[in-house]
């Protein structure tokens, strides 16, 4: 369902602290290039508005209550992108982990990476890991950053995780269930989403979170990702409070 792309603040206040409130929001973040084509700008210079965006956001959810925020930064497939584009988008992620960490921590959110950081170079995989390193403790809004992350290729590797436990003996094949697959994956201790938004009028997932998805609402915006704003997270929350979650099971 598309949403509506503002929200009142009273619509937004009936949202915030309830049993309505999604415990964990996942976003894909798309439409920076087409923000800055729109203006006759590098797709750059939609990345770097992006990153208002991403501010923006981790506020809006410390704010409404939101206990994990997942942003899609960076997909597997990115790396097929321009060269220059590429590099674009790398100095720009540490760029804000090394000018953003101070306030992170100070706010309370803890940092998390998911995907495959060997790709990056050295230099970026240590300063994530420090990242996560001096935000672990902290509680307030977990933040999950997906980066060179693709979903399919997440299932395989947790396929080869649970051959390499049987075959040591370590795990009894027949005792191999959802949940303990589940424990496998680079989301093993986070909760599934609650809420899977996308902006910019796309409405597929994009090889995110295919296996946490399975019940996750979906929730598509025609906003941009560097115009979003929060009313625009609020009116996701709201959409979200609409919604039945029967998980499969028959109304009541």
Same mark, same amino acid.
Request: glycine residues 8%.
């Given at each position: 369902?598309?949403? =509506? ?5 009273? @619509? ?16 894909? !973040? ?46 597997? %497939? ?27 921590? =100070?706010?309370?959110?803890?940092? !998390?990476?998911?995907? @495959?950081?060997?790709?990056? /170079?050295?230099?970026?995989?240590? %300063?994530?890991?420090? =990242? ?59 909760? /599934? ?8 009028? %796309? ?23 560097? /115009? ?9 929350? =709201? ?14």
């Amino acid at each position: 369902m598309v949403i =509506a792309q503002t929200q009142t603040a009273a @619509d937004l206040a009936q949202t915030d602290g309830s049993a309505s409130v999604p415990s964990h929001v996942a976003i894909i !973040m798309d439409g920076n290039g087409r923000w800055a084509k729109a203006r006759g700008l590098p797709r750059v210079a939609g990345h770097r508005a992006g990153v208002q965006a991403v501010r923006r956001t981790i506020e809006a959810a410390i704010k409404h209550h939101v206990g994990w925020l997942t942003l899609y930064a960076f997909s597997s %497939e990115n790396w097929r992108r321009p060269a220059a584009e590429v590099s674009d988008l790398t100095g720009l992620l540490r760029r804000f982990i090394k000018s953003e960490l101070a306030e992170l921590d =100070a706010n309370g959110v803890r940092l !998390m990476v998911i995907g @495959d950081r060997g790709r990056f /170079d050295a230099d970026l995989q240590a %300063e994530l890991a420090r =990242a996560e390193a001096t935000t672990r403790n902290n509680t307030n809004l977990t933040l999950i950053v997906a980066l060179s992350y693709g979903a399919r290729a997440e299932i395989v590797t947790a396929v080869q995780a649970a051959l390499a436990e049987i075959t040591a003996g370590r795990l009894d094949i027949a005792s191999l269930d959802e949940a303990s697959f589940g424990r496998l994956l680079s989301t093993g201790d986070i909760p /599934d989403p609650d809420v899977i938004l996308r902006t910019s009028g %796309e409405q597929r997932l994009s090889n995110f979170l295919l296996w946490q998805s399975a019940y996750a609402e979906l929730v598509f915006t025609d906003v941009l990702w560097p /115009d979003f704003t929060e009313e625009h997270f609020a009116a996701a929350l =709201a959409e979200y409070a609409r919604r039945e979650r029967r998980f499969g099971a028959r109304p009541g």
